[in-house]
């Protein structure tokens, strides 16, 4: 099986039932994107949405890459990385981070951040392999009132 991945460009019926599909395989919690969100998301300057599709164009999976400017430089950060439970174990979530690394590059970005839940441990092996190492760092989150 091959593996195309690119950047979205436009919202088809297809994404909207791709993400229908992968969203609860990423979260539990979070309601698959409606078409409108999805528009936002690929039309938004700080957002790539990644597709990765099989030879029979299926989509196997995405991740978001998402590029802002601070004033130390270009950020990176790779978010939502999902891949159907069908085509785990095939290199498409290889694929993707490959992409998203090469894209994070030749848009001038230093390095490339994420995070992953210790849970995921096929994901933490496969982030290890492609060179991330894990941050002495603490992750905060404010729900509170947002």
């Known amino acids: 099986m091959s593996v195309n991945v690119y950047i979205a460009t436009e919202v088809t019926d297809g994404l909207v039932a791709a993400f229908e599909r992968l969203t609860p395989q990423l979260s539990s919690s979070s309601p698959p994107p409606s078409r409108e969100v999805l528009a936002e998301i690929i039309d938004s300057p700080a957002t790539h949405l990644l597709v990765a599709e099989g030879d029979d164009g299926s989509v196997l999976g995405s991740l978001t890459l998402v590029l802002f ?59 290890r392999r492609l060179g991330f190492e894990p941050r002495d760092t603490n992750v905060y989150r404010y729900s509170g009132g947002v």
Not at 79 to 84: L, M, Y
Not at 103 to 109: D, F, N, P, S, Y
Request: glycine content about 10%.
């Open 69 to 127: 400017r601070i004033p130390t430089g270009l950020r990176a950060w790779i978010e939502d990385v999902v891949v159907d439970g069908e085509a785990r174990g095939r290199g498409v979530g290889e694929k993707l981070n490959r992409f998203a690394i090469d894209l994070a590059a030749e848009h001038g970005a230093r390095s490339v951040d994420l995070t992953s839940r210790p849970s995921r441990e096929a994901a933490n092996r496969l982030y």
